[in-house]
């Protein structure tokens, strides 16, 4: 509704970014769009990234240089170590530091195990949990070197309470949280934090998927009772990645509306 939209916007104006300079990966849609928005309006510069949706960046990248922002889109697939690096490096370039670091980009290849193929598994692991492992790589030195830095890495409600069907999502969900966990010990003495944002469903293109059924079953389970927007899914993320909450690292913020407890 407007009105949720316009107190999203007041809320997020609150966070300040002006000079540092943001990386979401799978800015193109979804979650990781409203995110390089949100981003923009707290006055960052902001990179990202995507695999396909040339003209859906195309498009984000006009809108945002009208308000003002500079942006730079890359284009590759985050499972890429090499592709990660090069984008991390035309970031630095561009920008002149790596400030905010979202590992946004993801994919579900469901099924029940019985079924799954290995392609199934390789994809959403290579995706989901790699991509994380390789941007964190890449911007580590970076991070390092300017002893500075947040990364947020979005997980998902499903790494912690399983979900029949999803056992690679939630498995590469349920990896991003102890990665994160680790990099944060090795990063903290640098003043890097590293932290979890654990989406419960949210609207977006992978949850216009579901069929009816199982979106009622899932609406039965949230106390709040609808799913979340993609805006507010960002106001956790931009809580983690500003200054309010430097002393913050290695934890998992749940966002879902109380799905799980
Ligand atoms: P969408 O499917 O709406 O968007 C996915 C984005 O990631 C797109 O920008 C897409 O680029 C990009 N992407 C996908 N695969 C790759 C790849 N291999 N390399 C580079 N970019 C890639 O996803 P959501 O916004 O729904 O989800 C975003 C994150 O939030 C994911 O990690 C997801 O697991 C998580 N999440 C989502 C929930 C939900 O209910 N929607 C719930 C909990 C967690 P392109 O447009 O080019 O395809």
């Known amino acids: 509704s407007p009105h949720c939209s316009q107190h999203a916007v007041l809320r997020t104006m609150q966070v300040d970014l002006h ?4 990386l979401v990966t799978g800015g193109t849609r ?9 981003f923009a309006e707290a006055g960052a510069h902001v990179a990202f990234t995507f695999r396909s949706s040339t003209d859906a960046a195309a498009a984000l990248v ?7 922002t500079e942006t730079l889109s890359l284009q590759g697939d985050v499972a890429d170590l090499d592709a990660a690096q090069a984008h991390v490096n035309a970031v630095t370039e561009h920008f002149g530091s ?11 290849r469901d099924g029940l195990l019985l079924r799954m193929g290995e392609d199934d598994w390789d994809d959403v692991i290579d995706t989901n949990l790699k991509g994380t492992f390789n941007f964190c790589k890449a911007a580590y030195m970076p991070m390092m070197r300017q002893q500075s830095g947040s990364i947020v890495n979005i997980s998902s409600v499903v790494g912690t309470t399983g979900n029949a069907g999803q056992t690679n999502y939630a498995a590469s969900k349920a990896g991003i949280v102890g990665f994160s966990k680790s990099l944060a010990k090795e990063l903290g003495g640098r003043n890097v934090t590293v932290n979890v944002v654990a989406p419960g469903y949210v609207q977006t293109d992978m949850t216009d998927e579901l069929d009816e059924e199982t979106r009622d079953s899932i609406l039965d389970a949230v106390p709040l009772d609808r799913l979340a927007t993609t805006e507010e899914i960002a106001e956790a993320v931009l809580f983690l990645a500003a200054p309010a909450s430097d002393y913050i690292t290695g934890h998992v913020l749940q966002v879902n509306g109380g799905l799980s407890m």
């Not at 979804?30 to 949100?38: H, S």
């Not at 790596?98 to 579900?108: E, F, H, P, S």
């Open 62 to 68: 006009e809108s945002l240089e009208e308000q003002g």
């Open 19 to 22: 000079g540092s300079t943001v």
């Open 30 to 38: 979804g979650i990781g769009r409203a995110l390089v928005e949100a």
């Open 98 to 108: 790596l400030d905010v670091l979202v590992n946004n980009a993801g994919i579900t």
